[in-house]
C-alpha cells in the first residue's frame, strides 16, 4: 500500500518536544497497535453533571477513547459507490465507562494543517473537542513504521493524558422565581419599582466573573410605585437605635456631655428653637502633665530603635552592592561561548546526537563550525553508520525583544529553523553555521544507524570554532564536551571496589 509522506511526518507537537519526543501523547503508554501513532494532539472541555446534582456521580479518571470513526481508511464493508462517507466521530468514556462526550450529536468540522496533519472539531452547547491527527509518514526506512487505521475503531488500549482533560466551570442553567421554576435559556434582568440592578466583574484565573447585586432603594429603578404614598422626613433610627412604639427617642447626656434645645431671640423673647437639638461638652483635659512627658520620651526611645533598624538596613543595603560587584566580577570570566553535547539512544540500532553553541556576546558571531568525533566498540571505517533522516537542522533562537531573523516558514513561539551543513564521516563529523545572533543560541540534531544490533558504548567528543579560533575557557584552554551512552543492551562498567 503506498502511503503519504512528508520530511516532517509523525513528529509530535504537543508536549515532551525535541530533543525528546513523546509519540504517544495525548495517550498514555502503553498504547495499543491499532492507534498507535494516529493521533496528534487533543484536547476534550467536557460539562460534569454529578456538579449540579448530588444524584449523580462526577466522571472519574482517567477517560479513555472507546471509539474513533473517519480518522483510517480500512472499512469492514465496502461504502456503495454515490453514497457519502461519513463524517468522523468520537466517544469517550470515564474510568467507569460512562460516556462523556459522543460527538454524534455535537456540530462537526475538520481543517488541513501544515501539509502533514488534520484538525477535526466537535462543539456542542457545553461540550468541546479538539484532535489532530497525522496523516503523512516520514521517508521510508524511518521511525516510526508506516501502518493503516480501520475506519470505525474501537482501540483495545487508549488512555487520555490528563492534561488533555478540562473541565468546564459550573455555570446556570435554570432559575426558579415565585411560581416559576425551571426557567432555562436567556435571562434578562430589569430594575423594577424601588430596586437597583449593579454589576461587580472580576477576573480570576483568567476567568471572568459577574455578580449581580440587587438592592431595594426608595424611589431606584422605574422610580415609586404609583399607589405609594411618599414618606415624609421623619427619623427612623440613631445609631441604630429605633424608636419607642409611640415613635419617641429619649437622649441622657453622659459624664462631661450636655444636650439642650438651643435658644433663638425674637425681638425681645427668648425662645426655644422647635424640633432642634445642640448637643456640647465642657470636657477638661484628662491626662496631666507628665503624662504628656513620659509619652514624649517613650516616641524618642522607640525613634532611636527605629534608627537602629535603619542602621542595619543600609549595612544589608551595602553588603548587596559588594555582592553585586564580585557576582559581576565572577561573570567577566566566564566565557564568552560554550558548547553542549548530548548523546541520545533510540530504538536499536539508532543514536540521536545533539550539538549546542551559545553566544553570550554582545557580538554576533559569522562563521562557527562544530568538530565531532565518535567512537564506538566494533565500529570502523569499513562499516561505519550512516546518517537516516531528516534530522539535520539549524534552530536560531532570538531574543523577545527582536523579530526573528529567517523567514517564518516553520517558526513556533521563538525558535526559526534554518538548514544547516555536515561534512566528513565516521569517525569525525564537521557542521558549519553561517551566523548566530547576539545572545543567540543555535543547535544541531541528526540521527545515526548502526550496521547491526551488537551491544556497544559510543563516547563523542565536541569542539567547537568560533570567527576562526577555538571556543576555549579564559585561560585559553580549549572547551571539550564528552559524553558516553550504551546501546542495543549494553551495561556500563561496575565501579572497582576501592
Known sequence: MAFNRHPEGRQPIGVAQQPFPCYDYPLVAPVSADIQYLLADLKLVYDDPGMYSDDVDTFKLPFRIDLLRGLGSIVSSPIPEGQPIPRADCRIVDADDRTVLDTAVSVHASYALAGRLRLFIWQSERNSLYIVAHTHWSDEGTFPPAQDYAFELVPERAILDARTVIGAPRVVRSLSALSFSGI????????????????ESETTALRQRNRLIMSAIPGAGE?????????????????????????????????????????????????????SLQIGDNCKPCCDCIDYARTAINLYRLQQKYKGIGNALNDVRDSYHRARRKWADRKALRPAYDIELRLIPQFCPQLDIYVQINNATSEPINGATFALTLEADGVSIANPPEIV???????????????????????????????????????????DIVYIGPRESAHAKFRLQFQDCSPKSVTGSLQANVNGFPVAFENGSPIVREQTVYLCGAEPPEAEEE
Open 184 to 199: 432555562t435559556g436567556d435571562f434578562h434582568f430589569a430594575a423594577g419599582y424601588n430596586y437597583l440592578i449593579d454589576v
Open 223 to 275: 422610580g415609586v410605585f404609583q399607589d405609594c404614598e411618599q414618606a415624609g422626613s421623619a427619623i427612623h433610627t440613631i445609631g441604630g437605635v429605633v424608636p419607642t412604639a409611640d415613635g419617641k427617642f429619649f437622649l441622657q447626656a453622659d459624664d462631661c456631655t450636655w444636650i439642650r434645645q438651643p435658644i433663638i431671640e425674637i425681638e425681645d423673647d427668648r425662645l426655644l428653637r422647635p424640633h
Open 389 to 431: 533522516g531528516s534530522y539535520l537542522q539549524m534552530f536560531i533562537r532570538p531574543t523577545p525583544t527582536e523579530p526573528p531573523r529567517y523567514l517564518p516558514n516553520n517558526f513556533h513561539g521563538t525558535t526559526s529553523t534554518i538548514p544547516g551543513t555536515a561534512h566528513g564521516s565516521w569517525p569525525t563529523y564537521v557542521f
